[in-house]
């Protein structure tokens, strides 16, 4: 089972890591740095900020249940989908002084973390998907995070980045499988080899993550067809 994958690793624990890790970056950061382009096109690390606290929202609708009810609200609000939402969030909060948009994250995400540890990784929570495992759910929650740590240029500690690269591959596994694409995928103790519609490569392990969550940088020979049927995570 595609499950299978992710079960040496601890979501939990992984998502109190990586908050931790984006908590201590921006707690540094003075306004210049907040100004600093990110890699996400358009947004500089401020709004990558916003865009977390923004989502907080959705985040404890799943948890509360009220999945439907947000997108009804979000619908009367003109905001059409995940792309129009985190684009909502960031213009929400331009005007809000940094240090408040840092704690409302702060907070919010806090609790977000919590009260998934509460529940546990079998249980069950609403998503847009329908219900979905909390633990499952966590590590969305972690490559995301992990994705824009990278995106802001957070640091990661030498004797860290071997363990993250190693989850954040068994993600990128699991969620190829669990969307059913039609990539084959075979990881040895050093690369991967990817395999789909009669083209086929070796990335590392660093490459393949960066295919996962469209981060490839520009330029890179990677066949545009594996491109897109790697690219499975946010």
């Not at 606290?53 to 609200?73: K, P």
């Not at 395999?195 to 392990?205: F, I, K, M, N």
């Not at 330029?219 to 690219?231: E, I, P």
């Amino acid at each position: 089972m595609a499950e299978d994958l992710l079960k040496e690793f601890e979501p939990f624990d992984i998502f109190d890591a990586e908050a931790a890790r984006l908590d201590r970056f921006f707690s540094g950061l003075d306004d210049e740095a907040w100004q600093r382009p990110s890699r996400c096109e358009g947004w500089s690390v401020r709004d990558v900020l916003a865009h977390l606290a923004g989502e907080e929202l959705y985040n404890h609708a799943c948890l509360d249940g009220d999945v439907q009810e947000l997108l009804a609200r979000l619908a009367r609000e003109g905001v059409d989908g995940f792309h129009d939402f985190n684009e909502w969030c960031v213009r929400q909060r331009r005007a809000v002084p940094v240090q408040e948009v840092l704690e409302e994250w702060r907070a919010e995400n806090g609790e977000t973390r919590r009260r998934m540890r509460d529940l546990g990784r079998d249980a069950l929570i609403d998503t847009m998907a329908g219900p979905y495992p909390v633990g499952l759910q966590a590590f969305h929650y972690d490559s995301e995070y992990a994705t824009h740590a990278d995106d802001v240029g957070v640091p990661v500690a030498r004797d860290e980045a071997d363990g993250r690269t190693l989850w954040r591959v068994a993600v990128g596994r699991f969620a190829l499988s669990e969307q059913g694409t039609d990539v084959q995928v075979e990881q040895t103790g050093e690369q991967i080899w990817a395999h789909a519609g009669g083209v086929e490569t070796t990335l590392s392990y660093p490459e393949f993550v960066a295919a996962t969550v469209g981060r490839l940088p520009a330029g890179h020979d990677l066949d545009r067809r594996l491109v897109a049927k790697l690219r499975c995570l946010a």
